[in-house]
């Protein structure tokens, strides 16, 4: 059974970092490309960054520079580093991974920049 768990979030004020975990079980972690997403309230959920197994990242645009996502295989864990926070960072993050054609999400993070 695949099992997503993040954690890491807060509250930050502008110009603030925070790094964000995610642990994943139940899959060859090594296998797959990992990924996170934020979705703010009343906004879609959007992908922030992605690492496949390789190492080859993706990120969004307007995080570009301020935020770095990284993996460790023997921890079965996937990280974002967030920098340079603003408020429109504000957001729930999850993690996700998709499983033999199904998608696995946490529950979620909850990230707010405000001063």
């Given at each position: 059974q695949v099992h997503i768990v993040e954690s890491g979030?807060?509250?930050v004020q502008p110009g603030g970092s925070l790094r964000l975990s995610c642990t994943a079980s139940?899959?060859?972690?090594?296998l797959?490309?990992?990924?996170?997403?934020?979705q703010a309230t009343g906004?879609?959920?959007?992908?922030?960054?992605?690492?496949?197994?390789?190492?080859s990242t993706n990120y969004l645009d307007s995080v570009k520079g301020r935020f770095t996502i990284s993996r460790n295989n023997?921890?079965?864990t996937v990280s974002l580093q967030m920098n340079s926070l603003k408020p429109e960072d504000?957001?729930?993050?999850?993690?996700?991974?998709r499983y033999r054609g199904s998608p696995y999400?946490?529950?979620g993070t909850q990230v707010?920049?405000?001063s």
């Open positions: 979030g807060g509250l139940g899959i060859n972690f090594k797959f490309t990992m990924s996170w997403y934020r906004k879609q959920r959007e992908l922030v960054a992605n690492i496949t197994s390789s190492g023997v921890r079965n504000t957001a729930a993050y999850y993690c996700k991974v999400w946490g529950r707010t920049v405000s």
